[in-house]
């Protein structure tokens, strides 16, 4: 059962322009979500996060949406540049008793054309 | 300040051996999460530990058990190996009690059962 789903396993974008990445979750729960960026050799880095509580998270380049009632979310990245090559995975976590867990989804690689 | 280290970096082992991987936390973490990834596959959560005692498992066989130390480092520990354990295992620490916050993840242990 998967309860968060990215459903582009890729994603080609020329550098200067918007990347778009998708994710969509099943679990009502889930109440705080991530976006982590993977080069490979690395373990996953902390991009971005929102709260359950709101819609709309901002960092630099990096925005994040969150739509509760569709369960889905985005990261919109822009502009795009070559160094944003990477796989991005989406994150939702449910808090149970203390530290969280996090489920993640099955990763969307980006790349950044020149 | 460092950050999660995880060692070692590679290890080869037979089938129905058993492995030990480590993971010492980011400085003033307390809790220590485990996850696999399989390859094209997005990080699944194998158990989590906080004052040294397994506080959530995920869908994984009584093979993967582990440990946590005073100092707050971890141990996983998995028996019987088969040659589908083979995955990245991505060991990640975060603050118990705070709340809506990213959990830091080590660079992995790439380990290749054979």
């Known amino acids: 059962d998967q309860q968060v789903k990215q459903n582009s396993p890729s994603l080609s974008v020329q550098e200067g322009r918007i990347s778009i990445l998708n994710c969509d979750y099943t679990n009502s729960m889930f109440d705080y979500f991530l976006w982590y960026k993977k080069y490979p050799a690395e373990g996953p880095t902390f991009l971005i996060s929102i709260s359950s509580i709101k819609d709309k998270n901002e960092d630099g380049r990096f925005t994040v949406f969150l739509n509760k009632s569709a369960k889905h979310l985005s990261l919109h990245i822009v502009p795009s540049q070559p160094g944003d090559s990477a796989v991005y995975f989406c994150?939702?976590?449910?808090?149970?008793?203390?530290?969280?867990?996090?489920?993640f989804g099955q990763g969307t690689r980006l790349t950044i054309n020149p | 300040d460092a950050g999660v280290t995880q060692s070692p970096t590679h290890l080869i082992k037979t089938r129905g051996q058993q492995v030990t991987l480590r993971c010492s936390p980011k400085?003033?973490?307390?809790?220590v999460s485990w996850y696999q990834q399989a390859l094209g596959q997005g990080p699944q959560f194998i158990f989590q530990?906080?004052?040294?005692?397994?506080?959530q498992r995920g869908n994984f066989p009584d093979r993967f058990s582990g440990h946590q130390f005073p100092n707050y480092s971890s141990e996983l520990n998995v028996n019987a190996l088969l040659l589908g354990d083979s995955a990245l295992y991505l060991c990640?620490?975060?603050?118990?009690?705070?709340?809506?916050?990213?959990?830091?993840f080590g660079q992995g242990t790439r380990l290749t059962v054979v």
């Open positions: 994150a939702a976590s449910a808090r149970v008793g203390g530290a969280q867990k996090l489920v």
């Open positions: 400085s003033g973490h307390d809790t």
């Open positions: 990640a620490s975060s603050l118990v009690g705070v709340v809506d916050t990213e959990a830091f």
């Open positions: 530990y906080y004052e040294e005692e397994e506080r």
